[in-house]
């Protein structure tokens, strides 16, 4: 007796959400193909997926929506040495999410934002320990714990992020300066004191990890197609269509994880989705991973260190400005000098590169169907966390497919929202 009514899925976009919930679809029988524009076994393919900062990072459920960080916005924009910036010719295409973002903004948003990650996140490493069962993760993955480095200047702020974690019953140790240098030998001590997350695990080659889950999906029999997909439709209860420049595709089911370009998609299907992007970047310095043992982030400067295959991976701030500004020479140099100024013995740097996060407004994902069009699924906006959360989406997005029951509450991810 066939399980599962779903005869087909097709996925636009091969990052870490598209290539989870391939496997996980692929594993209960379902035909599955991936698209994307660009071969997840090739160089060219460098999405957010291949150059984030590699945390698996769990205990992240408070985010940005905060009036303490929205209060610092203008403080930060003006500084040419912040963590915060904008491509000012992108100001008017922002409004939009700005004003929502307003609207997410107060006490309440903030601890609804927290809680419902916190659900998600809970679940995350979990999912992917099932994932590391099925792929050699030999030097691809370190459990050293993730250390978050401050000043003295934004207390408050650091105080509310120990109690809203503390309310959630997240694992958090306080370090004073002294431990911090204990542990990380080498940094440069111009912070006071930090936390470390010590459970907390990191990729040292976020791509390495993408390409392995890649080929189980593509041995246990999924597809993968090349090709830039430029529209979808939903024809009727049972049908969809995938619309590439030359070719078309039909699938019971179509799942949009295309990250931060998801939006030219639901555009296209009449749900205002008020899907932007903060571009973040990195550098490397070959060979200097030894430097630290674990991830080390400076919370007053927006960026962090993370040891990888590549080398020390300076990587971080967010910056407002779409998806066709070219990148911010000015945001490399900030990388640079804040790499240096935790520790002075790095030279010089290689791999530019630029990347988005896909960010709705209260930083919070969506996954789940969209409104108009029950075939057609959502599996984007996870922001800061996307790495994080990829295994746990691929779970859920993979249950929704399979018309499973669920016992999480999935309605604070739903669309609805906006609209
Ligand atoms: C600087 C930086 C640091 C970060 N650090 C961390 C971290 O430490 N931990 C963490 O959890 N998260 C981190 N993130 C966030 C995380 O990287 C992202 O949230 C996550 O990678 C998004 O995954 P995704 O699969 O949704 O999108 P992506 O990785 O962007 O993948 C989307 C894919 O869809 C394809 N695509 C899009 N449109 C189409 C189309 N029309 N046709 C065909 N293909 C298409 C693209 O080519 C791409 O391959 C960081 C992000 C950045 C930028």
């Not at 970047?281 to 990888?308: A, E, N």
Request: charged share 25%; aromatic share 10%.
């Amino acid at each position: 007796m066939e399980k599962y009514k779903c005869k087909s899925v097709g996925i636009i976009g091969c990052g870490i959400q598209g290539v989870c919930i391939g496997l996980q679809l692929i594993k209960k029988g379902i035909p599955t193909t991936i698209f994307d524009r660009h071969d997840p076994l090739s160089l060219e393919f460098q999405p957010a997926s291949y150059g984030n900062a590699g945390h698996f990072s769990p205990y992240s459920a408070l985010q940005f929506n905060r009036t303490d960080i929205l209060y610092d916005v203008p403080k930060m924009l003006f500084s040419s040495y912040g963590p915060l910036a904008l491509k000012w010719n992108y100001v008017p295409k922002m409004i939009p999410w700005f004003l929502h973002y307003l609207k997410n903004c107060n006490k309440k948003s903030m601890l609804h934002t927290a809680k419902s990650m916190n659900q998600i996140l809970s679940l995350s490493n979990d999912a992917y320990e099932e994932i590391f069962k099925e792929i050699d993760v030999t030097n691809l993955i370190d459990k050293k714990g993730i250390i978050y480095v401050w000043t003295k200047k934004n207390l408050k702020s650091r105080e509310l992020e120990i109690k809203v974690r503390n309310d959630l019953g997240i694992e958090q140790k306080l370090l004073t300066q002294k431990e911090i240098l204990k542990l990380e030998p080498n940094l440069k001590p111009v912070f006071d004191a930090g936390v470390i997350y010590e459970s907390a695990m990191h990729a040292r080659n976020p791509h390495g990890i993408l390409k392995a889950i890649f080929k189980v999906f593509l041995n246990k029999g999924g597809k993968f197609i090349q090709e830039n997909i430029m529209s979808l439709k939903q024809i009727n209860e049972n049908q969809t269509i995938v619309k590439s420049e030359d070719e078309e595709y039909n699938f019971e089911k179509t799942v949009i994880a295309s990250g931060a370009f998801s939006k030219n998609l639901t555009d296209q299907l009449r749900e205002n989705i008020p899907l932007d992007t903060e571009r973040g970047y990195h550098v490397h310095f070959k060979d200097m991973d030894h430097l630290i043992s674990r991830p080390v982030i400076f919370l007053d400067r927006g960026f962090g260190m993370t040891p990888m295959n590549q080398g020390l991976r300076a990587v971080g701030t967010v910056e407002l400005g779409g998806l066709k500004n070219p990148p911010s020479k000015k945001r490399i140099d900030y990388l640079i000098r804040c790499a240096k100024e935790l520790l002075p013995q790095l030279k010089t740097h290689q791999d530019e590169w630029l990347g988005f996060r896909p960010t709705l407004p209260d930083f919070l994902p969506i996954i789940g169907p969209s409104l108009k069009n029950k075939n057609i699924i959502y599996a984007f906006g996870h922001h800061h966390l996307g790495w994080t959360l990829g295994a746990i989406t691929g779970k859920i997005i993979s249950g929704i497919v399979a018309e499973e029951k669920t016992n999480l509450d999935l309605s604070p991810y739903s669309s609805k929202r906006f609209n």
